[in-house]
């Protein structure tokens, strides 16, 4: 607490607010309750109502919340063996266009520029890994905690090297990554301009493009077997 120099703040819920914003604009990652709570002189309770006001905001970082340390809901395994990447990829079409929609209604500054800053694959980056970012980044930036639950569910099962989604779609090729980045891109720049016509839209198209080379990718084997 030695970087954070002690103040007296009133009770009132805006004004908790208003004080741990500005300590956020200061850089650097919060202190914890406890430390943070002593260093404006509030009650933990009043805290954490501010805090949670925060998260609801999306301002603040969610809490991560403590799950069962098994990778897959109990009934993953049924559903690897019966699932294909086609089946997830129809799923992820009735599901991702609608959250694309709401995140542009509901995203916050820090959620928005979370999805922009997504949205273009760094060098040497792991090209799966900066797309199920960019996905659940608008995911969170819907705020619809069941259907972040599905997503998560479902791109689980996507991972799973039986159903091989992961391996299938995640492109390689450096073309291929460029050409995905600008499908995010797009989706990233209506959700910042709040259209969610455009954002749905943009994210259709998107998952379109990848069911079609999932397709040809699948066909091509066929016919190489």
Known sequence: MSAFEP?????????????????????????SERDLAEHLNVKRHQLRKALEMLRQSGDLKPTRARRAPTA???YGEELVRVTNPIE???LRLLMEPGLARLASLRASSFE????IDAATTPENASSGAVDFAFHSAIVAAA???LAAEFYKMLRQVGVDARVKVARTA????PKRIAERDGEHRLIAEAIS??????AEAAMRAHLLSVQRRITERSNAGAFAA
């Open 170 to 173: 995640a492109p390689t090729c």
């Open 143 to 145: 705020r619809n905690h």
């Open 7 to 31: 103040q007296v703040v009133s009770s009132d819920l805006d004004d908790i607010i208003a004080a741990v914003r500005q300590l956020q604009q200061g850089g650097g990652k919060l202190p």
């Open 193 to 198: 301009k709040r259209d969610p016509e455009a």
């Open 112 to 115: 928005t520029a979370r999805i």
């Open 88 to 90: 997830v990829l129809e």
């Open 72 to 74: 897959l809901p109990r």
